[in-house]
Nanobody, 134 residues
Framework: QVQPVESGGGLVQPGGSLRLSCAASGFTLDDYDIGWFRQAPGKEREGVSCISGRDGTTYYADSVKGRFTLSRDNAKNMVYLQMNSLKPDDTALYFC???????????????????????????WGQGTQVTVSS
């Protein structure tokens, strides 16, 4: 089955850190741009960070810039989202999505509307919950 598989979510106190992992199951990671999206209760799903499969270029939403770091290890077929200085506003269900490399670019990938995300992105994981609370 072709699917990204997320792991690493959990409960963490404000100011803490988590590392989310996205494993490429059934497909080769370096053929795809990979993005992390999140959906908090009552809010639309939004792009958090995206990374190019072509050259490793990254994009970060303003809300996470300077706190989150996205990286990929094509040899292991894995993508990692290191999240530091977590805030309660980061609480959400985090999804990993794969997009067959196109000319769109990672900023455009991360800026897709929720409807566009479902229309254009090729594969979605089941999500991993991140809860930031004291």
């Amino acid at each position: 089955q072709v699917q990204p598989v997320e792991s690493g979510g959990g409960l963490v106190q404000p100011g803490g850190s988590l590392r989310l992992s996205c494993a490429a199951s059934g497909f080769t990671l370096d053929d795809y741009d990979i993005g992390w999206f999140r959906q908090a209760p009552g809010k639309e799903r939004e792009g958090v960070s995206c990374i190019s499969g072509r050259d490793g270029t990254t994009y970060y939403a303003d809300s996470v810039k300077g706190r989150f770091t996205l990286s990929r290890d094509n040899a292991k077929n894995m993508v990692y989202l290191q999240m530091n200085s977590l805030k309660p506003d980061d609480t959400a269900l985090y999804f990993c999505a794969a997009d067959k490399i196109k000319l769109r670019g990672v900023q455009a990938m991360c800026s897709l509307s929720p409807k566009e995300q479902l229309w254009f992105l090729d594969y979605w994981g089941q999500g991993t919950q991140v809860t930031v609370s004291s």
